[in-house]
């Protein structure tokens, strides 16, 4: 029997496979020049073997210069170059890797830098350009091709020359149509901004042709032009420096580049890790609230790199719900990341590293409390609803890492007051966390039914906010201490003069009797209060669920 092969519409094929890949157009750069550092890497390891090649790191480098009136846009690397055999498997076999073949043949010397894995990067290009044309001279090679390409049609290879070793690739920018602007990628201000935020992390300079204007003498509306070289990528990342070369500056500049937000941030954290799973993190506390934070345009993440190239802006799983507020980065080169490069193929890496930085972030938060309490309480003031939010949302399932973490209004000392400070001065006897709750401090201060328990000297936590008291319900206890309501029926407080009250309850039962009936409806029972020194009355509930929360809950649609 004969065997067929399979035939295909390539060009549909090819044009249906990178649109199918990436979402966003603009990443065909992140792709080439990924692919130039990755040739200069080869090198580089190449270098590391071979005695009679030495690696000068400044004589390495990407280079990235468009040309609006030929409409090009050329990407110039000094890296490892290809043979004419590399040219035609590399670049004319869709999803042929030539550095994931690297990879495995140099195992040994450690290649886990080299980004490309799945051969079809490349091709991203398509995207933007109509014709691509790939100069290369390979290492240890005389003679240079030119590989070019109008997409799936097929490509043709002559010899041509080119005196140093690399690879220069020029797009023929697409012209614009109707719907898509392809100018864009001819900019300077745009490709500079692409760079940024994609490439900003490349081991080797990415340098451009600026074009600058200095105002010419006795001047003041003329200019001279002139071009300058500049490197466009800050190379080196913050996060894989050496902490103690770091300032506190260094981070908050960090944090404005990056416009993880208009404010300096509270506090950094700068997170190296190198176990089972290794990564590097820089972490912000922010000072202020986002304005859309408590809404739901607000959405959490922190940004993902895989070996400092951009893989996602805002890669959510990666914080918890009750620290959504936290900002900043992480990098791995230990995830497998998905054809893409924009997604991710198992989320296991992933949770690992989130479950670490939920870690980190609690003794960060428990550490700002305990050392610079000031600093903490700005920060509860700003994000502690949020870990309430926890605490009710998880059902008490995040009890260990949030409780510590929280602060109410103390009637003892007039300020936010954490639980382990309530309970570690708890009078021996006291049986019960209290707390009263209302609209606002000076309201609960005037609650009748804080009166006993405040006459006994004991604390009781104000709690002002909707979430509180919800919060608790779910903690239930603290240290084996339970919350209690100073509006519950039972205060779980000794009284002397019990007696007398059972008397008083009797003597005056046609008064209650006609109480009831006046406020039949409105009221379950009216009876004789222990717990009142100055007020006439007050109201108070049974069972778990207080008047405030009464309040809420009906107020809830349904
Ligand atoms: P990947 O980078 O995932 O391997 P690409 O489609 O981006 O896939 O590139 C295919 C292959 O072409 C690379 O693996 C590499 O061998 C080769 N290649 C691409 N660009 C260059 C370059 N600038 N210099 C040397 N080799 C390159
Ligand atoms: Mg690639």
């Known amino acids: 029997m004969e065997k067929k092969q399979f035939q295909a519409e390539s060009k549909r094929l090819l044009e249906m496979m990178i649109n199918s890949i990436y979402s966003k157009r603009e990443v065909f750069l992140r792709e080439l020049i990924s692919n130039a550092s990755d040739a200069i890497d080869k090198i580089y390891y190449k270098a590391l073997t071979d005695d009679s090649l030495t690696f000068d790191k400044d004589s390495y480098y990407i280079k990235v210069a468009a040309n609006k009136d030929n409409r090009t846009l050329k990407i110039t690397d000094t890296g490892i170059g290809m043979t004419k ?3 035609e498997n590399n670049l004319g076999i869709i999803a042929k890797s ?6 495995s043949e140099n195992e040994a010397k450690d290649g886990h830098d080299i980004i490309g894995q799945f051969g079809v990067g490349f091709y991203a290009a398509f995207m933007v350009a109509d014709v691509v044309t790939v100069i290369s001279k390979a290492l240890g090679s005389d003679q240079a091709y030119k590989w070019e390409s109008e997409g799936a049609d097929g490509y043709t290879i002559v010899p041509v020359e080119k005196e140093s070793v690399g690879t220069e690739i020029t797009l023929k920018i697409k012209e614009n149509t109707e719907d898509e602007n392809y100018d864009e990628y001819l900019e300077e201000y745009r490709l500079k901004q692409i760079i940024k935020k994609y490439s900003d992390f490349i081991r080797y300079p990415i340098k451009m042709d600026v074009i600058q204007r200095s105002p010419k003498e006795d001047s003041e509306t003329e200019f001279d032009e002139y071009t300058e070289e500049q490197t466009l990528n800050s190379m080196v990342p913050i996060w894989k420096k050496n902490k103690s070369e770091l300032t506190d500056e260094d981070y908050a500049n960090f944090y404005n580049e990056k416009h993880y937000g208009f404010d300096k941030p509270l506090k950094h954290l700068h997170i190296s890790v190198d176990g089972t799973i290794r990564y590097n993190a820089i972490l912000f506390i922010p000072e202020n609230i986002p304005f859309d934070y408590y809404s739901k345009e607000f959405e959490k993440g ?6 400092g190239v951009l893989i996602m802006n805002k890669s959510a799983d990666l914080l918890p719900d009750h620290f959504s507020f936290v900002k900043g980065m992480v990098d791995s ?17 992933l949770k690992l590293i989130a479950k670490n930085i939920n870690k980190k972030i609690k003794s960060e938060l428990q550490s700002l409390l305990k050392n610079e309490r000031e600093q903490y309480v700005k920060f509860f003031n700003s994000f502690g609803r949020q870990l309430k939010f926890g605490v009710y949302n998880d059902f008490g399932a995040n009890k260990e890492t949030l409780q510590d973490l929280l602060m109410f209004y103390s009637s003892k000392d007039k300020q936010l007051v954490t639980l382990d400070e309530y309970v570690s001065r708890m009078p021996e006897e006291q049986k019960y966390i209290y707390y009263a709750s209302g609209d606002s401090v000076e309201r609960i201060e005037k609650l009748p039914q804080t009166e006993l328990v405040a006459d006994k000297g004991y604390e009781i936590l104000y709690f002002t906010e ?19 309501s100073v509006a519950s029926g039972d205060l779980g407080i000794e009284d002397e003069d019990q007696a007398k ?10 008064l209650f009797e006609a109480m009831k009936e006046i406020l039949a409806g409105k ?3 009216v009876r004789v209060s222990k717990r009142l020194k100055s007020h006439p009355v007050c109201l108070s509930s049974e069972g778990d669920i207080s008047i405030e929360m009464e309040k809420v809950l009906s107020a809830m649609p349904d």
């Open 85 to 87: 055999e590399e040219l």
């Open 333 to 349: 080169e230990d995830l497998s990341l998905n054809i893409s490069r924009e997604m991710l193929q198992h989320d296991r890496q």
């Open 98 to 103: 030539g550095s994931l073949a690297f990879k």
């Open 466 to 484: 909707e979430i509180d008291e919800f919060a608790i319900k779910m903690l239930m206890n603290y240290k084996e201490k339970e919350f209690k």
């Open 523 to 525: 009221v379950k029972d």
């Open 302 to 307: 922190l940004e993902l790199y895989s070996n």
């Open 501 to 510: 009250d059972d008397s008083k309850e009797s003597e005056h039962k046609e």
